[in-house]
């Protein structure tokens, strides 16, 4: 589909290789861009409403998005095409959920978008509805994100104002945790249950919101779908790498000058990103890249890779949802690895006996690996029970989990011999470097 | 076919690696841990028979 680029001056109209793109003109600040300032921005966006509906891609967008390569930002960067197809083609009773609940901890870039870029994501959110033909547009947010309700909140209030969208999009604040944005949770709690994920199939795009075909996509895709609706296909392909084209958010933490979100191209080396942070504030040790479910990288051969899905999926990692954390050597990867999982053993919705039991298990074997004293048998064990819930629970809460450790063992081996010889963890009595919610 | 565990119904009672330990056996803290694959025709008996003791009908047989 080529559309016609937007007036001169606009992101539009530069070809698509500039960065940054969903975050190109925010004023200073960090205020949201109110509506008028958008569509000055961007140019109005694209409606399909009133010229035909009906079953299948009448506008072209599916098709549009399916061409653009563009892949989910929420984790796990499945093809946002599939999805659209697949909820297109399950009849007109679909429902859109904007999945803006961002339950991992090291991750920003979510909100920071919905908070400064509302009207990009609500864009996305009702340019998607008219793609696969639905009637109904949930924008779910965290409830203790305030800030970002409250933006958004705003910028409803403005569309509605000036009868902006053909379908109205409604609000929901929705509980926090870190499995509860899950696409089947997610689902399951917008139908009055509670927020844990549930057996699949059915997935959402078969049977979700009110047992219609729903189509739930994080927000950042939206945003980016916002784009190659109004500048298309070719344009979006301009950024990123040829299997995994565009530019994405990440969230860029620990020892760096400018701890934030920033935007990248996919295929960006973790130098270049870590350098769009600022640059790192002190010798590193490792990186986490993914999140939670992530997995750890030795710094020194690290700053080369590139951040891409297929090239972190060869060292046995994921892009996930964009967090790169820079690990300074005075901190211990034992220790934040310890701490994280226990974190997320406790964030298990309960329901799998593998999750419950095995993740509780890798906590205490890795908490034990983070203390004092030789510990051969708990190592050994660790490696078994990773090995053991891997692919045995409804989501993959288990399977995220022994990743994480599974690097973690592999990357801090000379970590876990310190604190088997030396009795003690060094950074004992620092401030942790990874977030984890209390 | 495919022996396949609704790990959310499953709570571990263990019948199944009982009656098929062939293709069934027991992570550490006793849920089952499926071999993947199809079922071998000659094995289907024992697997209809582990399906059919399941209590919580947790376990099944797909195509």
Excluded at chain 1, 38 to 63: E, F, M, N, Q
Excluded at chain 1, 92 to 102: D, F, H, L, M, Q
Excluded at chain 1, 277 to 299: I, K, R
Excluded at chain 2, 29 to 58: F, N, Q, S
């Amino acid at each position: 589909m080529s559309r016609s680029p937007a007036s001169a001056g606009t992101p539009g109209a530069q070809g698509g290789a500039q960065l940054p793109r969903l975050l190109s003109g925010l004023p200073a600040g960090g205020a949201a861009v109110g509506l008028d300032d958008h569509l000055r921005h961007w140019g109005p966006p694209p409606w399909w409403a009133g010229r035909h509906r009906g079953r299948g891609d009448p506008s072209g967008l599916v098709a549009a998005v399916e061409r653009s390569g563009l892949q989910g930002r929420g984790g796990a960067r499945f093809p946002t095409g599939r999805k659209l197809r697949a909820v297109a083609d399950a009849g007109p009773r679909s429902v859109v959920v904007a999945n803006g609940t961002e339950g991992e901890p090291a991750s920003a870039k979510d909100r920071f978008l919905m908070a400064v870029c509302p009207h990009l994501v609500l864009d996305g959110a009702v340019l998607a509805a008219e793609a696969v033909g639905a009637r109904e547009v949930v924008v779910c947010v965290d409830v203790r994100s305030r800030a970002v309700l409250a933006s958004l909140e705003v910028a409803l209030a403005e569309r509605a104002s000036t009868g902006l969208d053909p379908l109205v999009a409604s609000l929901a604040a929705a509980p926090s945790g870190y499995v509860a944005g899950e696409e089947s949770a997610l689902v399951h709690w917008l139908n009055r249950g509670p927020a844990i994920p549930t057996a699949v199939p059915p997935r959402p795009f078969q049977r979700g919101v009110h047992g219609c075909p729903t189509l739930v996509q994080n927000v950042e895709t939206l945003a980016h779908l916002a784009l190659v609706a109004r500048f298309g296909d070719r344009w979006f392909r301009a950024l990123g790498t040829a299997e995994e084209p565009g530019s994405t958010l990440l969230t860029v933490s620990g020892a760096v000058r400018w701890p934030g979100v920033v935007e990248v191209a996919i295929g960006t080396s973790i130098e270049d990103a870590v350098a769009a942070a600022g640059g790192p504030t002190a010798e590193l040790a490792a990186f986490l890249v993914g999140g939670y479910f992530g997995t750890w990288l030795p710094a020194g051969p690290a700053w080369d890779i590139a951040l891409s899905q297929a090239s972190l999926a060869r060292l046995g990692g994921l892009l996930g949802s964009g967090v790169l954390v820079a690990l300074p050597t005075g901190a211990c990867g034992l220790a934040e690895t310890a701490r994280v999982v226990r974190y997320l053993a406790g964030q298990s919705a309960g329901q799998c006996g593998p999750c419950v039991h095995g993740l509780a298990a890798i906590a205490g074997g890795v908490a034990e690996l983070a203390g004092p004293g030789p510990h051969r048998q708990a190592e050994a064990a660790v490696r078994r029970w990773t090995g053991q819930v891997r692919g045995r629970g409804a989501c993959h809460h288990p399977d995220g989990v022994a990743n994480l450790v599974d690097s973690a063992l592999s990357v801090f081996a000379s970590e876990i011999e310190r604190h088997a010889r030396a009795g003690r963890c060094r950074a004992a009595g620092r401030p942790p470097v990874l977030p984890v919610p209390l | 076919m495919y022996l396949k565990v609704n790990p959310i119904a499953c709570d571990g009672s263990a019948l199944c690696a009982e009656l098929f330990p062939e293709r069934v056996r027991l992570d550490d803290w006793g849920y089952p841990i499926i071999e993947p694959g199809p079922v071998p025709a000659g094995l289907l008996p024992h697997a209809r028979r582990a399906v059919a003791a399941c209590p919580t009908l947790a376990l099944r047989l797909e195509a």
